[in-house]
């Protein structure tokens, strides 16, 4: 161990010139809730050789300290994730589309709206520093939770994701109601923190059309793949994407996750019941509760699997929503959240979100770690294939991966059947 501050300089170089010494200072003492905590030593190094994301350079920081009340010193790892200015296109995506700008302001302001008064089960890793480019949070990995994997397909994995899923929303609605309770008014949080809730995906800017098209394309093909020849049918259904994701008048609205892929849910599974913990919330917006249900279902578990434990599931995130809402409501019973019924009836009549979502998912997360780091190995590799043309990789992989083949298949398939009954203006979510 060095005298004093030394970085070890591996991995992106650009990521680890983001954090200084006074920043690392105030993740220790912040971790510990102690201002007498002394940084001894810090390194940054690469979190995983394996691609954990497609937004974010992601790596370790791990801190040595020494606590006033005693001599010993005392290794403490951390989550760091930054801007990646390796890759300039997806640098500037990042930025244009406000995607770490989004996560920030979750983490700052977001979240201690959701937690006042709250003393549920945890959802949220903790978050140490938040500065213009890098977040430094807990490192779940360092207290057992790892991702699990692709397609859960196991009961109790799921409804532990779900009752994560139930906590969030459930703060949310315990949120909305207790701020209007104090001010008199009728405001959803969308409306109290506007600027945090921008749309980031279905935006229609010309980044977000592109990468939209791409994915489209790529779908179209498939289903011409399977014999399915209307692409203008199946390209109406998908524009409904964009009404569904708005916050509604019909339907219940809540915060939501909206980004959940198999790396973004953690699990402990040491125990008996595993636990969850949600990370990225980089896509977070206002809108219709289950669509965060539908999404879970459809890019973690089989069709064969929804049929026959999907009502189940839905049940279980039900009684653990009115739980949350209940056992910590702190306006003498104001806040509702909604029925069984109600969340039944909206499950059914948004489905098409789920194989959609899924649909324009699946030709990039399903991809192995070293094909996902091939095709965004830079720039221009990492333009073509999330912005050009999606088509020629997804169509690849089908011939190749049978894994990869009956994922993608599969929803599709849903997705022709949704069309075939679908108009272009059956489905309103406002």
Known sequence: MSNGIEIVTRGR????????????????????NDPSVKVVDYTIDDYSQDKLGFAGCHQSLKIIVQRKTTDDYKEVSFFMKSIPNDCEELANYIRQQGVFDGESS???????????????GKWSSECYLVKEDVMVLEDLRSKNYQVLGCFFDTPVVLKAALTTLAQLHGCSILAETRLNHLSKNSLTLKDRYPDCFRERVFDRSKKSAKWYNSGVNAVVAVAEHLGYNDSQELRGTFELLYDIVKPSEKYFNTITHADLWTNNLMFDDTKPIPRCILIDYQLFRYAPMVLDILMLLYLNTTRKFRLSKGKELIQFYHSVLEKTVVENDSTSKKAKCPSLKQILAEYEELRLYGPALACLYFPVVLLNSKDAELYTKDSESYHNFFYVNRTSTTLEHIEKDPFFKERIEEVVAEMIEISKCCSIHSIHAS
Not at 106 to 120: A, C, D, H, S, V
């Open 13 to 32: 170089n650009e990521c680890q010139k983001k954090l200084t010494l006074k920043d690392v200072l105030v993740v220790a003492q912040r971790a510990f």
């Open 106 to 120: 979750f983490y700052e302001m977001i979240i201690p709206e959701l937690m006042k008064n709250y003393t549920g």
